[in-house]
C-alpha cells in the first residue's frame, strides 16, 4: 500500500497506527469509554478489576475511561494549536520573505528575540497574566511556537523567491498575497508537512507538562498531562496510577515521530536536525 | 578573533535587554491592567484603585520598566505581591539549588554523552549504534515526568534504593545532597543526554566525507584511530555549542523536574507564582532564567569561535 505514491516503512506504519487509533479513540469517546469522564465509580487507586480495566484515579473515577476522553482533549488542543501556529507563523514567514527588507528586518528581529526566551518560562509569564482558560492556552502557545515556524517559512520561502517563476509573477503584476499563495505554498509544502509533525510533538508535550505543572488544561476537563499530576501521589505506594497517562503521551509522541521520519527520510533531510526545544 | 568575541559577548547583552523589554512588556499587553486581571470582574473602582497604587501602576509603563530593570541590576527584584516577601531572600538559596541540580545533572551528563556519541560513531550501523540511536530517539520523544516516574517507581519504590523526594536543607553535607538528589539528577540527564549524543555522532559522522578523513584512511590507520585523532578535533565546534544548548535547556528542564521530586528549586518558585498570579515574583524568575538562556547560548558562540579558526573572521 501506498501513501501519495510513497510506501511508508515498517516503523512508519506502525507510527500512522498508533495515531489512527489514537485519533479515533479521541473522536468516538463517548462511544467507547465505559464510564463518563467525571464519574466517580469506585475507591481511591482501586486495583484494575472488569469493571475498571486499568484500575480508578485519586478520587475514585475510571482510568480507561478518562484516558479515552483524555485523548480528544489533549490531541484536540495540541492540534488546533499547532495548526493555528502553522497559520500564523508561515503567513508571516512567507512575507518576510516576499515583502522585502524592511518587513523581513521587523518580523526577524522580533522573532529573535522571542527565541532568546525559552518557550516554557515566556509560556508562564503569559499564563500568570491571563490565566488559563483553553482559549488562552491555545492563543499562547499558538504564537509563541509560530516563532519557530516563522525560521522554518522564511528559510524556505527566501529560496522560492529568486526563482523564475516568482520573478514571473511579479513581473504579470500580481499582489503579494497572490505570490504567498500560488507561488510559494505548493512549492514550500514537503518541508513544511515534516515540520508540522515536528512541532505537533513539541506543542503536545508542551500542553502536557503545562497541565502536569497545573497551569495547562483545567479540571474537570479529563486530559493526559493533568492526569499525571492527579496520580503522580500513588507512585510512592508502588501503584502505576500516573504511568498510564504518561505512557499514552508517550506513546503518542514515539508514533507522530515515526511517522515524521519517514517523510524527513523522503525529502532526505537529515534527522534531528530540525529537533528544536 | 577578540573584536569577533567582543561583538558576540555585546550581542548576547543586547538580547539580554531586549528580553527584559519583553518579559515587562508581556505583563503590560493586558486589555484593561494587571489589576483589573487579577482582581476580577466584581472589583469596585475604589479597591482598583487603591490595587494600582500599590501595585505602583498609576504611573507610566516606561518609568516602571526603567525602575524594575536597574532595580534587577542591582540585585533588588522586589517584594512578592502574596506575602510581601523580599523575592531577593527567597530566591537566592533557590537558585543555588536549582544551579546545584543542574550542574550535578551536567557533571554526569556531558562526558557520557560525548562518549557515547563516539563509540556510535565508530560503530556506526552496527548493533551498538542502532541501540544507542532508538534508546535516544525514545528519551527525546518521551515527556520528562514519564521518566521520573519510571525512575520512581523503580528506584525509589520497589527496590528503595534512592528517595522519591528530593528535600534538601542548607545544613546538608555534600554526600548527603548527592545522594538525596541522584533521581531528579539522573532524570535531567536522560533528558539532555539524547540530544548532545545525537549530534556529537551526526558531527563526527559529517567529517568522514571530507578528503583529508579519507586520506588518513589510505594511510592505514584504524577506524577508531582516525576518529579520535583526525576527525574529534574538526567536530568539536559543533559539539561544543550543542553541550552548551543543552545546559541552556537543562535549565527550563528543571522546572518540570523539580515539581516532580519536590525540590526547593527556583522552577518550583516560578510555578507557584504562576500559580498564585504573583507577578513580580514570575517577572523575577524570567528574568534569572532567560539569562541563563542567553548566558548560554553567548557563551557556546564565544567557544565555537574560539575552536574554529574558521569563524574568527567576521564575514
Known amino acids: 500500500m501506498k501513501i501519495f505514491g510513497y510506501k511508508p516503512t515498517a516503523t512508519a506504519w506502525i507510527g500512522l497506527a498508533i495515531i489512527t487509533i489514537f485519533i479515533l479513540i479521541a473522536i468516538f469517546a463517548d462511544a467507547i469509554a465505559p464510564y463518563s469522564e467525571s464519574e466517580s465509580v469506585g475507591q481511591t487507586w482501586d486495583d484494575p478489576s472488569f469493571a475498571n480495566w486499568i484500575g480508578t484515579d485519586n478520587i475514585g473515577r475510571d482510568m480507561l475511561s478518562r484516558l479515552i476522553f483524555g485523548a480528544r482533549m489533549t490531541i484536540g488542543v495540541a492540534l488546533v494549536t499547532t495548526i493555528l501556529s502553522f497559520i500564523i507563523g508561515t503567513t508571516a514567514g512567507f512575507l518576510a520573505a516576499v515583502g522585502g527588507t524592511v518587513i523581513d528586518q521587523i518580523l526577524s528581529r522580533i522573532v529573535d528575540v522571542m527565541l532568546s526566551i525559552p518557550l516554557l518560562i515566556f509560556a508562564l509569564i503569559i499564563l500568570s497574566v491571563f490565566g488559563s482558560s483553553i482559549m488562552t492556552l491555545i492563543l499562547t502557545l499558538a504564537i509563541l511556537d509560530s516563532t519557530r515556524v516563522f525560521r522554518l517559512a522564511r528559510a524556505v520561502a527566501t529560496n522560492l523567491v529568486v526563482m523564475e517563476y516568482v520573478e514571473a509573477a511579479r513581473l504579470r503584476g500580481e499582489g503579494l498575497w497572490w505570490i504567498m499563495r500560488r507561488e510559494i505554498l505548493p512549492n514550500a509544502l514537503p518541508p513544511m508537512i515534516s515540520e508540522f509533525g515536528l512541532r505537533f510533538c513539541f506543542n503536545f508535550l508542551f500542553v502536557a507538562s503545562l497541565s502536569f505543572l497545573g497551569l495547562g488544561i483545567q479540571p474537570p476537563y479529563a486530559d493526559w498531562g493533568g492526569m499525571v499530576r492527579d496520580n503522580g501521589k500513588a507512585i510512592s505506594f508502588g501503584i502505576p496510577a500516573p504511568l498510564w497517562p504518561a505512557m499514552a503521551i508517550a506513546m503518542m509522541t514515539v508514533g507522530v515521530n515515526l511517522v515524521v521520519d519517514w517523510i524527513l527520510s523522503i525529502n532526505s533531510r537529515p534527522s534531528g536536525a530540525s529537533a528544536e526545544m | ?315
Request: glycine share 6%; net charge neutral; proline share 5%.
Open chain 2, 1 to 315: 578573533m577578540l573584536k569577533t568575541i567582543i561583538i558576540r559577548v555585546v550581542l548576547g547583552l543586547l538580547t539580554l535587554w531586549a528580553v527584559s523589554i519583553l518579559i515587562f512588556a508581556a505583563t503590560e499587553v493586558l486589555p484593561g491592567d494587571v489589576a483589573s486581571a487579577i482582581l476580577g470582574q466584581g472589583a469596585t473602582p475604589e479597591t482598583l484603585a487603591v490595587f494600582r497604587h500599590e501595585l505602583g501602576l498609576d504611573r507610566p509603563s516606561y518609568i516602571r520598566y526603567f525602575e524594575w530593570f536597574f532595580n534587577a541590576l542591582h540585585g533588588d527584584l522586589g517584594i512578592a505581591m502574596t506575602n510581601k516577601r523580599v523575592i531577593i531572600e527567597v530566591l537566592a538559596p533557590r537558585l543555588a539549588n536549582t544551579l546545584f541540580l543542574a550542574g550535578y545533572a551536567a557533571l554526569i551528563a556531558i562526558p557520557t554523552s560525548v562518549f557515547l556519541g563516539i563509540v556510535a560513531a565508530i560503530n556506526e550501523g552496527k548493533f551498538i549504534d542502532r541501540f544507542v540511536n532508538i534508546v535516544s530517539l525514545m528519551t527525546i520523544s518521551v515527556p520528562e515526568f514519564f521518566i521520573a516516574y519510571v525512575l520512581i517507581l523503580y528506584l525509589a519504590v520497589q527496590f528503595e534504593v534512592f528517595p522519591s523526594l528530593s528535600t534538601v536543607f542548607p545544613e546538608m553535607g555534600l554526600a548527603d545532597k548527592i545522594y538525596i538528589t541522584a533521581l531528579p539528577a539522573f532524570t535531567l540527564t536522560m533528558l539532555v543526554m539524547a540530544h548532545m549524543l545525537r549530534m556529537t555522532r551526526t558531527s563526527v559522522l559529517s567529517i568522514m566525507s571530507q578528503p583529508y578523513i579519507e586520506m588518513a584512511f589510505l594511510k592505514g590507520l584504524t577506524r577508531s584511530q582516525v576518529i579520535v585523532r583526525h576527525a574529534l578535533p574538526n567536530a568539536a565546534a559543533p559539539i561544543i555549542s550543542v553541550i552548551a544548548l543543552n545546559l541552556a535547556y537543562l535549565i527550563v528542564g528543571v522546572v518540570v523536574i523539580e515539581v516532580v521530586f519536590v525540590y526547593p528549586g527556583i522552577g518550583q518558585f516560578m510555578v507557584d507564582g504562576v500559580t498564585k498570579r504573583d507577578l513580580p515574583v514570575v517577572q523575577a524568575c524570567g528574568l534569572i532564567f532567560a539569562g541563563a538562556f542567553v548566558g548560554l547560548n553567548t557563551i557556546a558562540d564565544v567557544l565555537a569561535i574560539m575552536v574554529n579558526p574558521r569563524l574568527r573572521h567576521p564575514r
